[in-house]
């Protein structure tokens, strides 16, 4: 796991300011206050996400990898993609309908909170 969601992590962060660059100098003179806030927080939340599954990824070291640890990793990624994807899918589209996924993407994050906090609860010390 270390490696590959480190790798996946950092990957992200990129994406996440090349995405928060482009809408503050590409998306300002084109877009309402209210649809450059929401790709704002697009872009907050996923590089929120890319820190936090480098973070797991360096935990993953020290927790040899648990099951619940690798899980939690699996829905940090799945919420930030969902979430954060379907904020700028919204933005650039203006499809009103795919404001409706983005929850899942934040409970998805939640839940993967949950499983590394559980993880190292659950260590041996």
């Not at 969902?82 to 934040?106: A, H, N, Q």
Request: with cysteine; hydrophobic share 55%.
């Amino acid at each position: 796991m270390f490696p590959k969601y480190f790798v996946i992590g950092a990957i992200n962060a990129a994406i996440a300011i090349s995405l928060g660059a482009f809408g503050a100098h590409g998306l300002e003179k084109s877009l309402s206050d209210h649809y450059l806030e929401v790709f704002e927080t697009g872009v907050r939340y996923h590089m929120y996400s890319a820190l936090g599954l480098m973070l797991v990824a360096l935990a993953a070291k020290h927790l040899q990898e648990s099951k619940l640890l690798v899980n939690g990793g699996r829905l940090l990624l799945a919420g930030m993609l969902i979430f954060s994807v379907s904020l700028y899918l919204l933005v650039l589209t203006g499809f009103s309908k795919l404001g409706m996924i983005t929850p899942i993407g934040g409970v998805a994050m939640v839940a993967g909170w949950i499983c590394v906090a559980i993880s190292f609860k659950n260590k041996k010390a």
